[in-house]
């Protein structure tokens, strides 16, 4: 089975650029992999911003971007907000079964 | 509105079966598939497989076939997660999800095995 991997963690500064990227063991990802990404806070379910690559909900707040970068799928938050603390964790197609990354801790410090 | 509202906490002793649930409203049940994720207690989310309510077509992962059922119902609009024979391992929060675009979470069930 494929691994998926995410950085463990990230600190960002209020108002600062940050880039969480995704993994794929099998090789390069694609826009086939579908890669969806979500936020979840402590106690809460996960909600989620971006899929099919680069596709947000209304939802999704306009500083978040999905696309794909150097063979990975990647998340970029311009402009962090303290708001914006949480685990953040990418999601793939393998051609049926799915897969999560094992997430990324993001501090907005 | 879509909503997805799951059954609420269970708790349980290894070796007994469960099945929660995952009650929709407000969209067309049969045409999207319904997934469930789990979430052990501090780690991450795992994609445990997919079922498609029109037909009951469903999609495991590798790691949870076998151990877990999922299956819905049209006539109610609600999906299921059933075991037959729990262990402390399932111990977890389970969430139901749309699988479309992934937009729309039940609230998640939580699940306690122990003796």
């Known amino acids: 089975q494929a691994v998926v991997t995410q950085e463990p963690s990230l600190t960002v500064s209020p108002g600062g650029t940050v880039t969480l990227t995704c993994d794929s063991s099998?090789?390069?990802?694609?826009?086939?992999?579908?890669p969806h990404w979500f936020q979840q806070k402590p106690g809460q379910a996960p909600r989620t911003l971006i899929y099919?690559?680069?596709i947000k909900h209304s939802w999704t707040p306009a500083r978040f971007s999905g696309s794909l970068l150097g063979g990975k799928a990647a998340l970029t938050l311009s402009g962090a907000q303290p708001e914006d603390e949480a685990e953040y964790y990418c999601?793939?197609?393998?051609?049926?079964?799915?897969?999560f990354g094992g997430g990324t801790k993001l501090t907005v410090l | 509105e879509v909503q997805l509202v799951q059954s609420g906490a269970e708790m349980k002793q290894p070796g007994e079966s469960l099945k929660i649930s995952c009650k929709t409203s407000?969209?067309?049940?049969?045409?999207?598939?319904i997934g469930w994720v789990r979430q052990m207690p501090g780690k991450g989310l795992e994609w445990m497989g997919i079922?498609?309510?029109?037909?009951?077509?469903?999609i495991y992962s590798p790691s949870f076939q076998g151990q877990v059922t999922i299956s819905a119902d049209k006539s109610i609009t609600t999906a299921y997660l059933q075991w037959s024979s729990l262990q402390a391992s399932d111990t977890a929060m389970y969430y139901c999800?749309?699988?479309?675009?992934?937009?729309?979470w039940g609230q998640g069930t939580l699940v306690t095995v122990s003796s």
């Open positions: 099998t090789g390069a990802v694609t826009s086939g992999h579908k």
């Open positions: 999601f793939l197609s393998y051609s049926g079964p799915w897969l």
């Open positions: 079922i498609q309510p029109r037909d009951s077509s469903s």
């Open positions: 099919d690559t680069n």
């Open positions: 999800v749309r699988h479309f675009g992934y937009d729309y």
């Open positions: 407000g969209y067309n049940f049969a045409n999207y598939w």
